[in-house]
């Protein structure tokens, strides 16, 4: 009981002292200060201040250098001192803070730099024909099935931020001759052509799971935009399009197939269980290979020969795998695979060559990201059912010409037979259209040159 008086009276002698301070007895902080930022400019570039959020916000030219620029100009509250001064240099490639204070109060800004960007970045008609952004020229290709009326075409536009576009996206416009879409934005302004191209009887076609181009994969979509602003006439058809004829294949020349499938697809009833769609259309593409006409299979389209009856045994490459996407690896060095003995078939024909090495085509740069999506025949009389190449070829009438470190069958042919066209295959890691991160091309180039060597060969030029 004692404990809890004591208690209660040092409490009490407590409160009663504070009370008893003297009035004069006040903090010596100022608090007073404002500390905004009213006006500031980069170079001769105001900045826009929001307040708020406390951001300027300084936008420039698109191709202008923010790496050195120069405080030119700052307006700040009344007594406040900042740490950045006007005729200070600042690297503008990331934001910057500018601290404020005045007395004993600070606040922080960030500023940024904001390119004026002028851009196209997605052109679509009527919700499904995707088009083909050439940026370097300014063009816009879109082509579509001669069924479609060109005359009342609605186009979905995406386009840079804070940017205006004439004319308007959304609205049904006249692509009977080429229209040109004016991007403006502050200082930076773009003019590009677009052009519609209804097409009858198309040339080539790439043909694809998805019902339209811009469902595709990355990888495949890729390979598919290629194609279209390199091989003319040529069409975007999903397998279900070849199935119920709604596609005119009698002019066409190549059906191209590049498959790819995140984590691989392993033996060819993996392939049938993953792609229904392609199976469901076999007999359109076997009447249209048996009178002549070509494919190029690349990637895990190369199980399709075997289901249209190019394959004397009905068999699909042995050896498969993939990585995703996603976590695609960044190679150390460039990629290539063997083309001994063949380096004079039409398919390797004007490549990139690497100095001291006539038989390995090298296809990607160093920094490149890859999925080494494999499709490949394994050779050897410890498992795969084959022998050596020439028990192979024999079994299923093909001709390979390129190979893998361990000797296996990247790239092969069915040649013409009779009625029927001819088949390139292409299953090697090392062909690969598209990579997260942009990767200056050198030996990357050689895709597409291969690639156009490829149509070529199958359209006898």
């Known amino acids: 009981m004692k404990t809890k008086i004591t208690t209660l009276l040092i409490a009490l002698i407590a409160f009663l002292a504070l009370g008893s301070c003297s009035d004069d007895n006040v903090s010596d902080l100022q608090l007073s200060g404002l500390c905004s930022v009213d006006t500031i400019a980069l170079d001769e570039y105001a900045g826009a201040v929001d307040q708020a959020t406390r951001t300027i916000t300084v936008r420039v030219p698109e191709t202008y250098d923010v790496s050195n620029m120069t405080l030119a100009k700052l307006g700040i509250s009344e007594g406040a001192t900042s740490n950045i001064k006007e005729g200070n240099r600042l690297n503008m490639t990331a934001p910057q803070v500018i601290s404020i204070n005045n007395g004993d109060v600070f606040l922080d800004w960030t500023i940024k730099v904001i390119r004026d960007e002028a851009r196209i970045s997605s052109f679509k008609i009527n919700g499904t024909y995707n088009g083909v952004i050439d940026e370097a020229n300014k063009t816009i290709s879109v082509y579509v099935p001669n069924s479609v009326n060109i005359k009342a075409l609605t186009p979905t536009i995406v386009f840079s931020d804070n940017a205006t576009i004439t004319p308007a996206s959304g609205v049904p416009t006249d692509f009977s001759n080429p229209v040109v879409y004016t991007v403006s934005n502050n200082t930076a302004k773009s003019a590009y052509t677009v052009t519609v191209t209804a097409i009858g009887k198309p040339t080539a076609v790439f043909v694809g799971l998805s019902a339209t181009m811009d469902e595709l994969p990355p990888e495949e ?9 390199n091989i003319p ?48 259309a076999a007999v359109a593409l076997r009447d249209y290979y048996n009178n002549g006409g070509s494919f190029l299979f690349t990637r895990y389209a190369t199980n399709m020969p075997a289901e249209i009856g190019a394959v004397a045994n009905n068999a699909a490459p042995n050896n498969c795998w993939g990585q995703n996407e ?38 990607c740069d160093a920094g490149y990201r890859i999925t080494n999506s494999t499709a490949q025949w394994h050779i050897g009389t410890d498992w795969g059912g084959y022998a050596d190449y020439n028990a192979w070829r024999s079994e299923t009438g ?42 200056a091309s ?16 199958l359209m006898n030029k």
């Open 326 to 363: 996603a976590e695609a690896e960044k190679v150390n060095d460039p990629w290539s695979f063997s083309i001994q003995g063949h380096t004079d078939h039409p398919l390797f024909k004007n490549l990139v060559m690497k100095d001291g090495e006539p038989n390995a085509l090298y296809t």
């Open 233 to 280: 006439n040529s069409l975007y058809a999903s397998f279900d399009d070849i199935k119920n004829g709604t596609v005119d294949l009698s002019e066409c020349k190549v059906i191209w197939w590049h498959y790819h499938k995140d984590g691989g697809v392993d033996g060819k009833e993996a392939f049938e269980r993953a792609a229904p769609a392609a199976v469901n």
């Open 442 to 457: 050198h030996f990357h180039d050689n895709i597409g040159k291969m690639t156009m060597n490829a149509f070529n060969y």
């Open 221 to 229: 979509q890729t390979a598919c935009q290629w194609m279209l602003q």
């Open 398 to 439: 093909a001709q390979d010409i390129g190979y893998g470190g361990d000797g296996a069958i990247v790239a092969w042919e069915f040649p013409a037979n009779g009625t029927k066209g001819k088949i390139i295959c292409i299953g090697s890691g090392c062909y690969d259209w598209y990579s997260i991160d942009d990767v």
